[in-house]
């Protein structure tokens, strides 16, 4: 794709290793909430506004799935290896806006905690970034 494009739209790229704020995902203080599924059951993972259902499925797939509110990388650092798990994460949307009712869901922080005793901890990472050099509209076909 990458030879297309410098084709096509002049593209021109480089790598770099530059140091990027992100989060790191570990167990929280009161300890760990998750459930432990059978190692043989089959992996699912449902993401959908404010709620994930995970069934039979690693740290590193779930980690895999969140990006910090802000845009910032999650990188997993719970130590929980190659262990599958089941959840139920339910939460509030931050462009949903607070609601004053009692039971709404916490924010994704609060209940990553709460819900599953999970923390994101902002944290620096060298990390490799692509720069976009130059770029053209592409050449017709």
């Known amino acids: 794709m990458h030879s297309v494009l410098a084709d096509r739209c002049q593209l021109k790229t480089h790598e770099e290793t530059k140091e990027l704020p992100i989060y790191e995902m570990v167990v929280a203080k009161g300890g760990l909430k ?9 992996s699912t993972t449902r993401v959908s506004r404010g709620r994930m259902t995970v069934h039979a499925t690693k740290i590193n797939v779930i980690v895999g799935q969140f990006l910090g509110t802000d845009g910032r990388m999650v990188i997993n650092k ?5 262990t599958k798990y089941d959840f139920d994460l339910t939460w ?34 060298q990390m490799k970034v692509v720069i976009v050099e130059h770029i053209e509209n592409p050449t017709p076909n």
């Open 92 to 125: 509030t949307l931050e462009d949903q806006g607070a609601t004053a009712a009692d039971d709404a869901p916490p924010s994704l922080y609060t209940a990553l905690e709460g819900q599953l005793g999970l923390k994101l901890v902002p944290a620096k990472s």
């Open 34 to 42: 998750l459930k432990e599924a059978a190692p043989d059951e089959p």
């Open 78 to 82: 719970t130590g929980l290896g190659d």
